[in-house]
Structures are given as structure tokens and as C-alpha cells.
């Protein structure tokens, strides 16, 4: 057959994306001095990461939406039992069984149906109007939109099985809008696992059997979770906002075996295991924020600290996601490779998710002359680690207001850099204490998946960086003003509140939430949405040699700041 003839036959998907570590961003850089140091900076992304073309990538990213609202791994453990559940809170709240789960967790005991439940979860429904959707699309969902975006349902025998998929902790409501790749802003699905394992913990199968009286399905359900929970080690979250995932994994895989696929050990239950309690994960915070995804498409190295060096990072979110669920890796491995399409279409809505823009939210608030100065002030500043951005006013022959608005052209480092400047060290820290054990791992070996424990944190591109408050990867500065203040000037306690009235939940000038004598009730009164930064873990340090002058004095003025966040608001 003529080689023409093969060529036609051979699908758009098979190019192969280089995953490796030393993998770069497309197009020729530029490079220049920027105060000492040589930046090479590259205006190419990877937005198509497969390159497929824009029809082939709009069929993918649709079906990788799906896969973000329903998680797909068929193998996944630890699920939920829908109707004992349901059966649960429909029992008299002054039951046996209601006393019986007080005395284990008093939290539960408060709800008074699973929909509460997921609200407390920080889960939000699905839209219900178009307008009501943010800049990465919603794909309908049919039976599963009847629960909140992040919940997925596993059906035998019509019996319902439930667990949480990806938008859980990556969708956030945005004044009104549903935004698929912005952080959640107040995650809780790490606490539900804390008071699900103190549940299992103390009921065993055959408890949960005569106390609720479940059919067969509900039955092996729980059983099987009951199980799981075994091989997982669990940390509450320091503050409201942040993920314990790190934590999560690195202890869970201490309660495994020390083969290759960290087989879950088999548990004496008149024995307690004490293996993961000399672990440093135990004592040292290592938490941090959900991280945005629309960032991915210029970076070369993932998570907040650009440990995982190597490798497709979905890959890597599933594997420490299923050891957080105390998966049997030999499974999860075999599902992946059979299942490799998914893989592409969800890695393909990620790269390709866009966020959300200012003007969009608050039209024609941008002062544009006020935003080029604040430009010429980032420029001269900051671009040697956050990269540059052209803008439509840059062509005087560009006069509408929207126009100027637009950034023409992203450039970012060619290579993805990590930077320390002195912000709170905790999380990139507590990397070293379980990644040698996850390269190990045989699953990871054949998903390429390489962990380098990094000094410092990513210096995130901007593009919109207006709508991710609060900022620093553990959530320690609620405004952008904060960020370009020098430490001990920034908010050392602040109150968090849900971003849902544009006029009284955030704060425009200084972008973030609003100081905390504006802060609406009930948020103000609730202690669980107030920010303590003297607390380990969650100190607002760093990120200040750049404010300084060579005299040692504070850089910017107040209104520089407000200029340079006027800028940041059109990225």
C-alpha cells in the first residue's frame, strides 16, 4: 500500500504528547535579562493538547465535560449507599439508630436529607439557564443533574451506589454563574471522608445491616467501602478552602504493603495499625487550595509547587485520588489502559477550559488608562516570573472598549519554573515525605508519572487571576492588594464569604473578599469561614522582596497597587 494510503488511515489522535521531563511549550522563545536572570518566555500553549483541530477537540473536550461531572473510574472503591442513606435521615430524629450515629459524629446527626448534606459539601447544582454557565461548557446530564454538580451515581440492580468526580473540588458558583475549572472555594469533601471513616470505624457490616436493614446491593456496598476505608489515612483540613489531599496519600500508602502496587494489607481487627503514625504528615500541615485548570495550557510542571515533573497530570489526579479511596491499584492500572479515550477526552477539556473574564461580570468598570499604568508598572515588575500579556490598546488603531480589553497574546516561561519567595515552605515540603514511595510504585512507572519534591511554588500565569481570590497556594491573602503588600501590612484575619451578590460579597478595588466589618451574615458570626494566618500552615509570609526598593522601602504606593490590580482584572 502506498505510504500516502497509510498516512490517510492513521487517526488525528495518535500524536503523542511529550509528558516528559523535559517537556516544553510550543513556539521559539524569547529571551532576555530580567534583573539578573535570563527569562525565556514563549507566546505558544497548549490548549489543543492533542492537537486534533478544532472540530475533532470540540467533540473531545464535550465528552471530557462529561467525564468532570460523572467520574468515570468503573474500578473506584469506598461508595455510598444511596437508599440506606435516604433510610437514615428519613428515620425519627429521636431514634435508636439517630442517638447511636450522635454519639460517633454530632454532624451528621444536624442534616436532615442527603441534598443537606451535599450543600454543607460545598457542592453546587447544575445550572438551570444558559446564562447561568461560565466560560467552559455544562454538558447535560440528564437523570444525574436531579443531585449537585460533583456527585456521580453507580447503578446495580437499580440501586443506587454514589461518589464524588472532579468537579467536586474544580467548579465554583461565580455571582450567579457555574465556572467548570475554577477552584472550589469551600471544598469539604476532605472532612466528609473524616466523619465517614469515623462512621465505619465503629459500624461494622453486620451493625449497619441490623440497624438499617438494607437490601443485598446497599449491603455489599457498604461492605465493600467498609473495607477500602481500612487502607485510607485521613487529616482534617486546616482552614475552610483548603485540601488535605497531599496528606491523604501519603498516609494512605503507609497502610498498604510495600510491593510495587502497595496491596491493601489485610487488617486484624483486634490489632490497630500504627504504621503511618511516626509519619511527619501526621504533625506538618501540607495543605493547599484546589488549583485552577485553565492554567494548565502553559505549564510544563503541575500542582501548586511543580512536583510532578513528569507525566499526563489527569493520570496523576486519578492514581492519587483512587489511593485516597484505598483502590486496588492493579485495577486501576488495567482501567486506564483499556480506557485510554477517556483519558484523552478529559485531559482535553482541561487544557482546553478558559477562564473567566472581569468584563464579563462587571461591564465597563475597567478604567483603561488607570490599567496601562498599572501595565507599565507589572512589566517593569513582575513579568520575569508571571510572564507578559498583550493587549488590544497596545494598536492605536484599536479604539472600542472591548477590544482594548482583549489580551492578544499570552507568554509564558518556555519551561515551567519553580521560584521560591519565601511563602509559607509547609506544602512543598511535605512532598519529600511520601514521593519516593509513589515513583515506586509500579502503576506509576507506567504512566510516567515521576514526584521531585521542588523548593518554592509555580509562579502562576495570571489569566484570571481576578476570580480565584483568595491568593497564595493555602489561601493566606484575601485580596490582590494583600499579594502586593508587603507582609506585615497584609490581612492578618479575614472572613471568607460565598461569592454570590456582586455588590456585597468582594471587594472590586483591592480584589477579593471585603474587610471583615462588611462581611454579611451569617458568614461573619460563623467561626468555620474565619481565616487565622498566625496558625502553621497558614502564614501570609513571602512573595515581598519584589515590593522592595534597593533602600529597603516599600515599592508601590497605594494607588500603584490599585493600578496594577486595574491591569490584572482585564487578564
Not at 478544532?54 to 468515570?72: F, I, M, N, R, S
Not at 429521636?94 to 460545598?122: C, D, P, Q, Y
Not at 450567579?176 to 475554577?182: A, E, M, Q, S
Not at 489511593?323 to 486501576?332: E, P, S, T, V
Amino acid at each position: 500500500m502506498p505510504i500516502i494510503v497509510l498516512l490517510f488511515f492513521i487517526p488525528f489522535y495518535s500524536y503523542s504528547q511529550d509528558w516528559g521531563l523535559y517537556a516544553t511549550l510550543p513556539g521559539e522563545p524569547i529571551c532576555e535579562d530580567f534583573h539578573g536572570h535570563e527569562v525565556c518566555l514563549t507566546d505558544q500553549n497548549r490548549a489543543d493538547i492533542y492537537q486534533l483541530g478544532p472540530t475533532t477537540l470540540e467533540d473531545y473536550t464535550y465528552e471530557g465535560a462529561k467525564h468532570v461531572l460523572d467520574y468515570p473510574v468503573s474500578s473506584t472503591r469506598m461508595l455510598l449507599p444511596e437508599k440506606a442513606l435516604n433510610k437514615y435521615f428519613e428515620s425519627d430524629s429521636r431514634s435508636a439508630l439517630r442517638r447511636f450515629i450522635f454519639n460517633i459524629t454530632k454532624k451528621i446527626t444536624h442534616f436532615k436529607s442527603l441534598k443537606e448534606v451535599f450543600k454543607w459539601m460545598g457542592l453546587h447544582d447544575y445550572p438551570e439557564y444558559s446564562d447561568q454557565i461560565g466560560p467552559n461548557q455544562i454538558p447535560q446530564m440528564g437523570e444525574l443533574e436531579e443531585y449537585p454538580m460533583g456527585t456521580t451515581i453507580f447503578k446495580n440492580n437499580q440501586h443506587n451506589a454514589l461518589t464524588f468526580s472532579c468537579a467536586a473540588c474544580h467548579s465554583s458558583n461565580l455571582f450567579g454563574t457555574k465556572v467548570i475549572g475554577l477552584q472550589n472555594r469551600f471544598p469539604r469533601a476532605n472532612e466528609a471522608f473524616v466523619i465517614g471513616k469515623s462512621i465505619l470505624s465503629k459500624v461494622h457490616p453486620r451493625m449497619f445491616q441490623f440497624i438499617l436493614g438494607p437490601d443485598k446491593e446497599d449491603y455489599e456496598t457498604y461492605k465493600e467501602t467498609y473495607v477500602a476505608m481500612k487502607s485510607v489515612a485521613l487529616k482534617k483540613p486546616l482552614a475552610l478552602g483548603l485540601d488535605t489531599s497531599l496528606a491523604q496519600v501519603g498516609l494512605s500508602l503507609e497502610l498498604r504493603g510495600d510491593d510495587e502496587y502497595a496491596t491493601p494489607k489485610k487488617h486484624n481487627p483486634r490489632r490497630r495499625s500504627h504504621s503511618s503514625s511516626k509519619n511527619p504528615l501526621n504533625f506538618i500541615p501540607a495543605d493547599s487550595k484546589p488549583g485552577v485548570w485553565w492554567n494548565l495550557k502553559y505549564k510544563t510542571k503541575w500542582l501548586l509547587d511543580g512536583s510532578i515533573i513528569s507525566g499526563n497530570p489527569v493520570h496523576t489526579n486519578f492514581l492519587w485520588n483512587e489511593i485516597g479511596r484505598g483502590a486496588d491499584l492493579k485495577k486501576l492500572e488495567s482501567w486506564m489502559v483499556n480506557n485510554d479515550d477517556i483519558i484523552k477526552e478529559l485531559t482535553s477539556f482541561v487544557f482546553s477550559t478558559k477562564a473567566p473574564k472581569f468584563n464579563d461580570y462587571f461591564p465597563k468598570k475597567i478604567n483603561i488608562e488607570k490599567a496601562k499604568y498599572g501595565e507599565k508598572l507589572f512589566l517593569k515588575n513582575c513579568k520575569g516570573c508571571h510572564g507578559v500579556y498583550e493587549k488590544g490598546w497596545s494598536n492605536p488603531q484599536v479604539t472600542d472598549y472591548q477590544e482594548q480589553l482583549i489580551t492578544t497574546k499570552t507568554w509564558y516561561h518556555k519551561t515551567t519554573p519553580v521560584i521560591d519567595v519565601g511563602t509559607d515552605p509547609l506544602r512543598h515540603e511535605g512532598m519529600k515525605y511520601f514521593s519516593d514511595r509513589l515513583n515506586n510504585l509500579k502503576i506509576s512507572k507506567s504512566i510516567s508519572t515521576i514526584v521531585k519534591p521542588q523548593k518554592g511554588y509555580v509562579p502562576p500565569p495570571l489569566v484570571g487571576v481576578w476570580s480565584r481570590w483568595p491568593y497564595f497556594h493555602n489561601n493566606s491573602a484575601p485580596t490582590l492588594y494583600d499579594v502586593l503588600s508587603l507582609p506585615e501590612n497584609r490581612t492578618a484575619m479575614y472572613i471568607a464569604v460565598p461569592a454570590e451578590n456582586k455588590q456585597v460579597d468582594f471587594d472590586r478595588s483591592k480584589n477579593g473578599y471585603p474587610a471583615p466589618h462588611l462581611i454579611r451574615s451569617p458568614y461573619k458570626e460563623d467561626k468555620e469561614y474565619h481565616y487565622d494566618t498566625s496558625k502553621k500552615g497558614l502564614q501570609n509570609i513571602g512573595h515581598d522582596k519584589m515590593l522592595l526598593n534597593d533602600d529597603g522601602s516599600e515599592k508601590f504606593s497605594h494607588k500603584q497597587k490599585l493600578a496594577i490590580i486595574e491591569f490584572l482584572q482585564t487578564l
